[in-house]
Nanobody, 126 residues
């Protein structure tokens, strides 16, 4: 079974940066949507970034555009989320997600519909 392991969370002050990493336990084939989503206490879970394994547009949550950048190293089966200009409202548990998809469909609503990691906490203080 697919396993995703996140790392890199922590506590920073507003304006600071963190880099999250997600390692996929095994090659998952070529038809999946993977990325990051977060869960904030008292709010609905929301996709933060997503990309189709076969390439294409990387989708970002509107509120993180220009501040967060997702990248990947296919050889290492690793996904990264560089988070700059962090704000207190970015505080939450961040999860790496991967969902098998057909037809190359991948967006923020799909990334949390399959496998996920254990999560890593991000806390941003004002």
């Amino acid at each position: 079974e697919m396993q995703l392991v996140e790392s890199g969370g922590g506590s920073v002050e507003a304006g600071g940066s963190l880099r999250l990493s997600c390692v996929m336990s095994a090659y998952f084939g070529s038809r999946y949507c993977w990325g990051w989503f977060r869960q904030v206490v008292g709010k609905e879970r929301e996709g933060v970034a997503a990309v189709y394994s076969g390439g294409g547009t990387t989708h970002y949550l509107e509120s993180v555009k220009g501040r967060f950048t997702m990248s990947r190293d296919n050889a290492k089966r690793t996904l990264y989320l560089q988070m700059d200009g962090l704000k207190p409202e970015d505080t939450g548990m961040y999860y790496c997600g991967a969902a098998v998809v057909s037809g190359g469909y991948c967006d923020l609503s799909v990334v949390d519909q399959g496998y996920r990691g254990q999560g890593t906490q991000v806390t941003v203080s004002a």
